[in-house]
Every structure is written in C-alpha cells, then in structure tokens.
C-alpha cells in the first residue's frame, strides 16, 4: 500500500477483495484501515484467486481504467502514469489491456532479476496456449472494462483471471501492449500459486505440469470460457478458435495439421517445443 501512495499518478482509488474468513487471524482489515486513501473492500468468494480477482470486476465500475493489483507487490512510482498515458493514445472505442515486465524479487526484496521478454508479441492464436500478461501489472482502459462487465456474469470461474483477460481482449480484435520497461517488484514465494517462469527449476516443473495432463485441463477450463464469447471475436479468431477446439479431438496426424492451421504459438522456441511435444501426446 506504501506504494500505492508514492504513485506519480495520484487519481486513485483501491478496491479490495479479502479472500479469508474474518476470524480476527488475518490483519488485511487493520491494514488497510491505515491506507491513506480509505478502500472500498469486500469479502471474497474464498474459491481461489481467479474467483477472487473475477468477483472484484465484477462489482468494479465499468467505464473506467482498472489497475489489477496483488497484495505483496512493489509498485514503482511510474506504474501507473505510465500505463495511463499508453492507454489514453489508443481510440477510446477499443478495448485495451497494458501488461508490463517486472523485476523479479525474494521475499525480502532481494535478489532481483527482470523479467524475461515478450520475443513474439501478443495475439489470440498465442493467448490460446500462453499467457503472457503479467496479472499485477495489467491495466484495462474504459473499453475493456465495459467490456469485461458485459460478458463476467456468464463466465465460468476460469484458470487464472490475468489469462483470461489477455484471451477476450485479443478475441475480440482489441490491443494488447506489452511494455518493456518494468514498472515493480514482484515478490516471488516458495508458495506463488502460479509464479515467474523464468529459471530452469519452474520450467521443469510447469514442463511436468504438461506432460502430467494439468496444462489438458487447464485448456479445457479456457475454452469454456470463451466458447460463450464466439460471437463477440473478430471472424479470424473466431475460425481459430474452433479450429484449435477441433484440432484437439483429433488423430494425432490431423491434431498436429489443424493446430499448425490454427496458427499457436509460444514466445520462446523451447517452450514452442514442448508445446508441439504435448500436442503430440494429446496434452495440448
């Protein structure tokens, strides 16, 4: 929250979901009463994090920007001001999603490491597979957030809200911005429900999380997610939507065939390997 408060950009305001029961054990209520900037707080479905952030949008006023936030980040002093003025040069008819790196952090703040790049940039064909923008560093502009609020209440609680974002703006033929620069400090825990994927130990274990079936699942999750917003994606993504969703419940020659049709990839050419390799196997 100090953080918050040292922001070049000071028109804000905080919304919290408290995802814990209020058994007096957890401090976030006494916390934030010490926020300067009094919160506007609710208590949270308590069916995980992609259940928390999904309740949050959908009691957040839509029209205007949201700032997805995590409760153990850094943000630096530039963060907002720097998404918002990105996010004011695209027309205000367009739904937008600004994703940033960050630096990499222990959970004392220390050891600290920038995240890697975005080699191939965003799309749909890509969000299909990965996710590549950063939950505690994304801002939606007025479009996406009415957006967002047009289509939440039909959603299904899906994998990880952060992902599902980048799938529906880049569905519906909106922008996607991936800035370079690093705007926090993102404290990485042994306990991340997800975490960085940026060193050879993750990999291994997100690359056994694949060949386990879990990635499997994950997509099917996804894909009921955005089945409902067919009609709202632009007719390229739409026809690889339903090719990728064909192309899964194929023979393995066909399923190889329609997925290169469909056009997936990832941002890193090993990680585009092991992608192939799971859909090989049927694990895609």
Not at 138 to 164: E, K
Request: hydrophobic fraction near 40%; aromatic fraction near 8%.
């Amino acid at each position: 929250m100090a953080s918050f408060t040292t922001q070049t950009y000071p028109n804000w305001r905080l919304w919290v979901g408290i995802d814990t029961p209020d058994t007096g054990e957890d401090q976030s209520r006494n916390i934030l009463k010490t926020c300067s900037k009094p919160p506007t707080v609710f208590d949270g479905p308590m069916q995980g994090v992609a259940a928390n952030f999904m309740a949050l949008m959908s009691a957040a006023p839509a029209g205007e920007m949201w700032a997805l936030a995590d409760q153990d980040d850094v943000w630096l002093p530039h963060k907002l001001a720097r998404a918002v003025e990105t996010l004011n040069k695209v027309p205000s008819d367009l739904p937008a999603l600004y994703c940033a790196r960050t630096l990499i952090a222990d959970h004392r703040l220390g050891r600290m490491r920038l995240s890697p790049l975005r080699r191939r940039g965003p799309s749909f064909a890509n969000a299909l597979v990965q996710n590549i923008a950063s939950g505690n560093t994304i801002v939606l502009n007025g479009a996406a957030t009415r957006l967002v609020a047009s289509v939440i209440a039909d959603t299904p609680t899906p994998v990880i809200h952060d992902w599902w974002l980048y799938q529906l703006i880049t569905g519906v033929g909106g922008e996607v911005i991936c800035d370079d620069q690093a705007v926090l400090l993102y404290r990485q825990h042994s306990n991340n429900v997800l975490g960085a994927n940026d060193c050879w130990r993750s990999r291994l274990h997100r690359l056994g999380l694949i060949l386990g079936g879990v990635w499997a699942g994950w997509t099917d999750r996804n894909l009921a997610c955005l089945q409902p917003l067919s009609d709202r994606m632009t007719p390229e993504n739409r026809q690889c939507l339903e090719t990728f969703t064909k192309a899964r419940q194929s023979s393995m020659l066909r399923r190889i065939s329609q997925l290169r049709r469909a056009g997936i990839y990832r941002q890193r050419s090993a990680a585009d390997g092991v992608m192939w390799l799971a859909a090989l196997f049927g694990r895609l």
